[in-house]
């Protein structure tokens, strides 16, 4: 099938080349950031989800990387909300899971705590914080990425961090 994009012919073959080129990104990032596989998986349909139903709107122009990113992180966020207002605790009797380690359960606890405070934060910091410190990169990757300097990379990432303390101060102790 092609759809007409101005000038630009678009195909789904172009759209399961973006699939299978960023699909693991896509996945990886989301389950970086919500600490559940399942929930991952869902954000990665949701993802190229929204992207599929504007396919015929981009331009051939996108910064796929940068995009997906910034796409994913704020599903991941959204999906991590979502979450957190169906279920403000762990269950009883899935913190006494026999054959579950106590780390594990802190772990996974943590990472509910970190998502829901991340979903909090205003979406630039947000995407600065997971860029920076749960993929990884480097400052001037996120400046690129982010269409932004590397100084406004760190002024973000500071805020983030000062509010992401104050939000698990708390839990952390």
């Avoid at 919500?34 to 599929?52: K, R, T």
């Avoid at 269950?91 to 705590?113: C, I, Y």
């Avoid at 970190?114 to 410190?133: E, H, S, T």
Wanted: net charge positive; hydrophobic share 40%.
């Amino acid at each position: 099938m092609f759809l007409s994009q101005g000038d630009t012919i678009v195909s789904d073959r172009g759209f399961e080349n973006l699939v299978h080129q960023h699909g693991r990104q896509v996945l990886n990032t989301a389950l970086r950031v919500l600490g559940d596989a399942n929930l991952a998986h869902d954000v990665h349909q949701e993802v190229f989800l929204a992207i599929w139903r504007r396919w015929p709107s981009y331009d051939g122009q996108t910064n796929w990387p940068a995009y997906l990113y910034r796409t994913t992180v704020r599903k991941a966020l959204q999906a991590a909300q979502r979450r957190n207002r169906s279920s403000n605790a762990m269950s009883p009797e899935h913190a006494d899971a026999p054959g579950r380690p106590d780390d594990e359960m802190r772990a996974a606890e943590l990472r509910l705590k970190l998502a829901a405070a991340l979903a909090k934060l205003p979406r630039r910091q947000a995407d600065v914080f997971v860029l920076r410190r749960l993929e990884g990169l480097e400052t001037d990757e996120v400046a690129e990425l982010l269409a932004c300097s590397r100084q406004t990379v760190r002024v973000h990432l500071h805020r983030a961090l000062r509010k992401l303390s104050r939000e698990l101060s708390a839990y952390l102790g």
